[in-house]
């Protein structure tokens, strides 16, 4: 079974930065989809940002684009959202998954393509 742990979340100011990664264990393919998500209190979980560990193409909401971007380790096994100039719409629980398949990785980043996932990190932004 995959496993996924997220850390680095946190507390910080408007316009402030933060650095959230995701270790994955138990992969079982040598490339895989991974995925950024947040979910804050009464909305639905919205995907941030994607990257395919094989090829390192990433994929980006726009909310997000020019202020988050998404990397990884040189094996693949950890994933790093660095969110700068963090807005007070971006704090939530934020998340990050595994897909099933490549699919996650192309067009929309949708939690459906989604199969396992972690117990998330909250990120808080005081104006």
């Known amino acids: 079974q995959v496993q996924l742990v997220e850390s680095g979340g946190g507390s910080v100011q408007a316009e402030g930065s933060l650095r959230l990664s995701c270790a994955a264990s138990?992969?079982?393919?040598?490339?895989?989809?991974i995925g950024w998500f947040r979910q804050a209190p009464g909305k639905e979980r919205e995907g941030v940002a994607s990257?395919?560990?094989?090829?390192?193409?990433?994929l980006y909401v726009d909310s997000v684009k020019g202020r988050f971007t998404i990397s990884q380790d040189v094996a693949g096994n950890t994933v790093y959202l660095q969110m700068s100039r963090l807005k007070p719409e971006d704090p939530a629980m934020y998340y990050c998954?595994?897909?099933?398949?490549?699919?996650?990785?192309?067009?929309?980043?949708?939690?459906?393509?989604?199969?396992?996932w972690g117990q998330g990190t909250q990120v808080t932004v005081s104006s």
């Open positions: 138990r992969l079982t393919y040598p490339a895989n989809c």
């Open positions: 990257i395919y560990t094989g090829s390192r193409s990433t």
């Open positions: 998954a595994v897909g099933a398949d490549s699919w996650g990785c192309h067009g929309d980043i949708l939690p459906a393509r989604f199969r396992y």
